[in-house]
């Protein structure tokens, strides 16, 4: 599946190419850059000035974006990767970090791992770190390199495993945890649910999701049913057939909002009555002007790892302030709320003898107890270093659509962990990415 | 049994949307024995039309259909007459390859103007459903049904009984032959390239006033019409009309049957059972089940 977005694309081109014409390159190595209050050297890190930089007397950071802006999540991916550019800009009209200016690199990965990967060589050898690294299994398909290379990345994505990988910097609950928290809150405010039945792609997306919801149902001693399905709204006649003839109490649904839709409409349509949970990238708010909205107002609830676009923290206000006049999106938290340990790492990587290296990164990143996300979520959901078991952060948010909250969701729940992500023991990632 | 007539009756709405479509493509291979490649964009387009007379202007929604008609006609005529016009002679292959090109342009354009939200037409018979002996259907799916039973009955008397029909039929069976009547074949070109257009915009509206609306990856549901023109032969009006019917209500049945009775076919055989009916058509008829058999002199 293939989508070809002009915009995204020719921004994606001009951004590649304005970065190769004007030279924001790697000063080689040996340090310094010649300014005073500057460290940093390496791959990614220049001591000549980001071009349109916005402190001309700093260095330049360049940190790339391998992201989807053509195809499955691209409704998604767009709004992310601009919440994202506006938080290092911000960044950059606050002074910088440690006398560097950040610049990004936007790359089309089209949600594919092996274009993913073909991103990723072509920026391999110019990029500090990576802002944004789309997808799990795309994320996995650069992970070697990644090593290689000591780059870490901040993933679009909450995937179990990025917990028990040093290189990846996520933040908020996993999808699995998610899942967990939403069967508990469904099992509270719902009842009575004596059946949950998970949907999702058949991807490490979904499967991860499906752990957490049936590892909640047997906690809960509730009958656990699991189907994949495919994406495209098309495609979902088997899923809702599945839906109305198991007809659960809840599903768990971890598909893209378009599915989403057409699946907990459809299944209400031939006479399902339950509840749905659709994990973080379930929702979009274009879904409100669907004939599906009545039913999603009524029986649809989004999880979600922080609150909606209108919850009341410094950093949701500093990121409505930063985007101007956009329509509200949550995807537009996301991408907000994820470049924070990315700020956090490379802050304390410039405190670090050496400053900001790819090495010092990599260390700054394992040695992560906290980080400020200006009231998105507590500090200490920053917590790296140790056991994921001890540092995981379990939290998640529910909320509930309505067409007259901005973005078309409102809280129904505020950070809470659910009795099941409370005692799991997390030895291990919930799904294993291949 | 309920539960089988159920499955007719869903997969019938979803195969009349793909009948209208697959109708488009057999319509311009019978005027100029082109695949057009160009019927993703247009049901797109046309969808992307009715929903902003609706959603920005605020037309009705009929009103908007009928606007969204009119402009995916003139948006097909308009590609027939710069992009294929101008390769009159030049091999069909090349004209098929080009269709690829102007839906790529056209998908882009439209891509543009979607953005990141989907755009979903709300439409205006709600939520409403029509029960009866256990059986149900939305108001949407009646009214799909019905608009499609009315434009393929309309379009079958035009070409049966209108002047332009006779010219677009004696085009069909003989260009040449045509020409030299006095049948102006560049306007049956483009005559066919409009009723494809208008056609693509009825599905395009339809499936955006579905659960999801119309997104950048919406154009996928155009291919399904490429097994039913298969199913149903090339060059036979009414087989694409059977044909998008059978993939739609094979769909829904597979959906519903599949997983309890041949679980070892996997999950999700649905999206490949049109086309394993497809082979078993071929294989029977290789000429789809209403295509004309081709004899070639050498």
Not at chain 1, 150 to 177: H, K
Not at chain 1, 221 to 226: K, N
Not at chain 2, 213 to 233: F, H, R, V
Request: aromatic share 8%; net charge negative; with cysteine.
């Amino acid at each position: 599946m293939r989508k070809h977005g002009f915009l995204p694309k020719t921004l994606a081109g001009a951004a590649i190419a304005a970065f190769a014409l004007t030279g924001c390159r790697d000063d080689g190595g040996g340090g310094g850059n010649g300014e005073d209050d500057a460290a940093g050297s390496g791959p990614g890190v220049s001591s000549d000035p980001c071009p349109d930089a916005v402190n001309e007397e700093n260095g330049c950071i360049t940190l790339g974006i391998i992201t989807d802006l053509t195809d499955t999540f691209s409704a998604v991916a767009v709004p992310v990767t601009e919440a994202q550019e506006a938080f290092w800009q911000r960044v950059n009209e606050e002074g910088g970090i440690g006398g560097f200016d950040v610049q990004l690199v936007i790359a089309d990965g089209e949600y594919d791992p092996q274009t993913t990967s073909q991103r990723y060589q072509e920026m391999r050898s110019d990029v500090l770190a990576l802002a944004q690294a789309l997808g799990s299994s795309q994320v996995m398909a650069i992970l070697d390199d990644m090593r290689d290379d000591n780059v870490i990345a901040a993933p679009a994505s909450w995937n179990s495993a990025w917990d028990f990988e040093p290189l990846i910097v996520e933040s908020g609950a996993n999808y699995c945890f998610e899942a967990m928290n939403g069967v508990d809150w469904a099992l509270g405010e719902r009842g009575p649910i004596e059946s949950v039945m998970a949907i999702g792609y058949p991807t490490d997306f979904g499967e991860d999701a499906a752990y957490g919801a049936e590892t909640a149902a047997e906690a809960n001693a509730v009958e656990f049913t699991q189907i994949t399905t495919p994406t495209g709204q098309d495609n979902q006649a088997e899923a809702i057939s599945q839906v109305v003839q198991n007809d659960p109490d809840l599903i768990v649904i971890t598909a893209g909002p378009t599915e989403t839709a057409t699946i907990v409409a459809g299944a209400a349509a031939e006479g399902w009555q339950g509840t749905a949970v659709g994990s973080s990238p379930t929702w979009n708010p274009g879904l409100l002007q669907s004939d599906a909205a009545p039913v999603l107002e009524e029986r649809y609830f989004h999880a979600s790892p922080w609150g909606p676009w209108d919850y009341e923290s410094a950093g949701h206000e500093a990121m409505q302030e930063a985007l101007g006049d956009v329509t509200p999106n949550f995807a537009y938290v996301m991408g907000w709320a994820w470049s924070y340990p990315m700020l956090a790492v490379l802050e304390h990587a410039a405190e670090m003898e050496g400053g900001i290296t790819r090495e010092n990164v990599v260390a700054a990143a394992e040695e992560l107890e906290e980080v400020d996300y200006e009231g998105i979520l507590p500090p200490e959901a920053g917590l790296r270093a140790g056991d994921p078991n001890e540092t995981a952060y379990r939290a998640s948010v529910i909320n509930r659509v309505t067409a007259d909250a901005p973005g078309g969701t409102e809280m129904e729940q505020d950070l809470t962990v659910g009795p099941t992500a409370e005692s799991y023991d997390y030895s291990g990632p919930c799904a294993a990415l291949d | 049994m309920t539960t089988f007539a159920q499955a007719i009756l869903s997969g019938t709405a979803q195969g009349a949307i793909y009948a209208l479509l697959a109708l488009g493509f057999v319509i311009i291979y019978k005027a100029t024995h082109v695949i057009s490649f160009a019927q993703p964009a247009l049901m797109v387009i046309g969808g992307l039309f009715s929903y902003h007379f609706s959603a920005v202007f605020g037309l009705p929604f009929w009103p908007s259909l009928f606007i969204a008609i009119l402009l995916g006609a003139g948006l097909g005529m308009l590609i027939e007459r710069l992009a294929l016009r101008p390769m009159i002679g030049k091999p069909v292959f090349t004209l098929a390859i080009i269709t690829i090109g102007v839906d790529v342009v056209l998908r882009v354009l439209a891509n543009r103007y979607i953005g990141a939200d989907s755009r979903a037409l709300r439409y205006p018979g709600g939520s409403e459903r029509y029960e009866f002996l256990g059986l149900a259907l939305s108001h949407r799916q009646v009214t799909i049904i019905v608009v499609t039973l009315i434009t393929v009955v309309s379009l079958a008397l035009f070409i049966r009984y209108a002047k332009a029909g006779l010219a677009m039929r004696a085009t069909a069976l003989d260009q040449e032959t045509a020409l030299a009547q006095g049948v102006k074949v560049g306007a049956m070109f483009a005559l066919a390239w409009a009723i494809a257009g208008g056609l693509a915009a009825i599905a395009g509206t339809f499936i955006a006033t579905g659960s999801g609306g119309i997104e950048q990856d919406t154009w996928i549901i155009a291919l399904k019409a490429l097994p039913a023109i298969i199913i149903g032969g090339l060059d036979s009006l009414q087989g694409a009309v059977i044909g998008g019917l059978a993939v739609g209500i094979i769909e829904q049945i597979t959906a519903v049957y599949q997983a309890a009775y041949l679980p070892f076919l996997g999950t999700n055989f649905s999206l490949v059972a049109p086309y394993a009916l497809m082979f078993v058509v071929l294989l029977i008829r290789p000429y789809g089940l209403f295509g004309t058999k081709e004899v070639e002199r050498v």
